[in-house]
């Protein structure tokens, strides 16, 4: 395991500039690559030319997001100018969205057609059932005005019409309402009946007087629609599968991703000049990568920009992920840090866990971590949390607050408190030891190892001689060199006497306090077993079976609530600050690898 940050080295690339995007696509699919503009250099006209159309294409787009093929699709080789393979997309999307729009109001009117068929042939079928004179009922005349409508079923006027002929037909799944009236009663029948969800419905001329042949004709005509609606159809799924259409809106995405990752990278020039930060040791290898792809270009590692900070790749295993944000909160470790990513999966939950030790409840945090994994990625650490405290729970003896279903692996907490207590405050003392020896070697890395001996050291002697004191009085002989040592180092390095003496009550003073500061470990376990004896306590008094579960399980959230935020309180105050003020000056930036664009080719 590594404990010092990769500093991460600047590249630059110069790429055929028709190459540009698919060379850094490429770049950033390495995952060790960190897209960042040379200040030296400003930003190409080409670019807002490039986001004209690519916003031109999106605004366009936005109708049809479900239906416009290439969602997803990784483009393909983006050879030519850039700008004007936006171009193109942007005319071929027109040509698509007026083909699209064309045969979708088409394939509208068939069915509207289809059903209006499907209408007439239920109500020719009624008629014919009714006995009904066909060309007498719908020949013309002057004086009447003859409406037929298709009402449901279950809806129709009552009270009829004065003055009118009135003759209904009963259909599979509609009633047919023929009225014949005189003219100036037309609007008000029309009213009366639509008002009641019937619909006006009129014949076709095409439509024979002869019964035989009305049928056999709307079934042509039905026929007819459907083989056309299914042509559109077909049509209409070409289209939305067009494979150029498709690359086109691919090539559009990665064009955008492009403008978001690498603005002001288009070069007006033959070549184009690719800069930022690379975590690979050999330029030869981002080389080779571009050169298997058919892209001839030259990497090299010069000197950053003089303004520009180098940022840090840390330790970045899954197993250290979960816990990356209790080091933000302190910062980003320099190139001369150490990064202490390694140790916090073992650090936290070992805290967490002593703190809060219980079988039951540590159950729970850790399936809360695994339900909120993916939808809040920054509580993973809840996991491995409440797996630790299912194991301190085990060797405590508490389950959901019973300290009588398990025996202890251990001991009892409230029965032996004072091992309890002292046994966190020997894992603090390693880890001021742990972080004074990482002082040590950050100076080693900074070339002041020296310094660091003749001062530092001296403190670090003096805290172990003091500690070892406890267990015999001859470690206090260690003491008085440890001081000698030190103040002979202050001379060396020309320090008063008086701001030596300060600085070194000042050290004693903070060691001794972040010392005690882990009794609160063992005091939170303590705390812990007297609160789940109370809630049993309570418990034990209910008078019925009910009140007894409500209690224990009231009891088990008040303890899982309160002494969860507690205890990850408590656990990130010992880590940043009895632990990182030692070592952790947070000088640095994080490396951020560009990423490449989705899709379901990613390589």
């Keep these: 395991m590594h404990i010092r940050p990769t500093e991460a080295r600047w590249f630059e690339a110069f790429t055929p500039r028709d190459d540009t995007v698919r060379a850094i696509e490429l770049l950033a699919r390495t995952g ?76 509208e009117q068939v069915r509207a057609e289809l059903d209006e068929l499907d209408l007439l042939a239920e109500c020719v079928a009624g008629m014919a059932v009714a006995g009904l004179d066909f060309e007498g009922i719908f020949r013309r005349t002057p004086l009447l005005c003859k409406c037929l409508f298709a009402c449901p079923r279950d809806s129709l006027p009552e009270g009829g019409f004065p003055g009118a002929v009135e003759t209904l037909v009963q259909g599979a799944r509609h009633r047919f309402l023929y009225v014949a009236a005189t003219p100036d009663q037309k609007e008000i029948i029309q009213a009366m009946v639509v008002g009641h969800g019937c619909l006006p419905f009129g014949l076709p001329q095409w439509l024979s007087s002869d019964q035989g042949l009305q049928q056999s004709r709307i079934r042509e005509r039905r026929q007819q629609a459907r083989a056309d609606a299914a042509s559109l159809e077909t049509q ?50 981002l080389e080779q990568r571009l050169s298997d792809a058919g892209i001839r270009a030259t990497v090299r590692f010069p000197l950053p920009p003089v303004e520009a900070r180098p940022p840090v790749d840390l330790l970045s295993r899954w197993w250290t992920l979960p816990f990356r944000p209790f080091l933000q909160l302190w910062g980003v470790p320099g190139r001369a840090e150490v990064d202490p990513s390694g140790l916090l999966p073992l650090l936290i939950p070992l805290l967490f866990g002593y703190m809060f030790p219980d079988v039951g409840h540590g159950l729970v945090i850790a399936l809360i971590g695994l339900a909120l994994h993916k939808r809040a990625p920054q509580l993973r650490f809840l996991l491995p949390c409440g797996v630790s405290a299912m194991a301190f729970g085990l060797v405590f003896g508490e389950v959901f607050g019973f300290s009588h279903l398990v025996a202890p692996l251990w001991l009892h907490p409230l029965q032996h408190p004072l091992p309890v207590i002292l046994v966190p405050m020997a894992l603090g003392v390693l880890l001021i030891l742990l972080g004074m020896l990482f002082a040590g070697i950050e100076a080693h890395w900074r070339g002041e190892l020296k310094t660091w001996l003749q001062v530092d050291a001296a403190v670090l002697l003096l805290y172990l001689s003091l500690l070892g004191a406890w267990f015999s009085p001859l470690a206090l002989v260690l003491s008085g060199l440890a001081l000698i040592h030190y103040f002979a180092g202050n001379l060396v390095q020309s320090r008063p006497m008086a701001e030596a003496s300060g600085q070194l009550l000042l050290s004693v003073f903070e060691l001794a306090m972040n010392t005690l500061s882990f009794v609160r470990v063992g005091a939170f376990a303590l705390a812990h077993a007297a609160l789940s004896q109370a809630i049993m306590t309570l418990a034990e008094g209910a008078p019925w079976v009910w009140l007894w579960v409500l209690v224990i399980v009231l009891g088990s959230l008040f303890s899982i609530v309160l002494e969860g935020l507690l205890v990850y309180v408590q656990t990130t105050r010992l880590v940043l600050f009895e632990f990182f003020t030692r070592f952790l000056h947070a000088e640095g930036r994080l490396f951020n690898s560009t990423r490449p664009p989705s899709g379901p080719n990613q390589a």
């Design 236 to 285: 209409l799924h070409q289209l939305e599968s067009d494979v150029e259409m498709g690359q086109a809106h691919a090539n559009i995405q990665t064009l955008a991703w492009f403008l978001e990752h690498a603005p002001g990278l288009l070069a007006g020039h033959a070549l184009c000049h690719i800069t930022g930060w690379c975590t690979g040791p050999d330029p030869a290898q």
């Design 32 to 107: 060790g690559v960190q897209l960042e503009v040379d200040p030296r250099f400003v930003e190409s006209a080409d670019t807002e030319k490039l986001r004209h159309f690519v916003q031109r294409f999106q605004t366009l787009a936005a109708p049809y997001a479900s239906r416009l093929p290439g969602t997803g699709q990784r483009a393909g080789t983006l050879v030519g100018d850039p700008v004007h393979l936006a171009n193109l997309a942007v005319h071929r999307l027109r040509v698509w969205q007026a083909r699209h729009d064309y045969l979708s109001e088409r394939l």
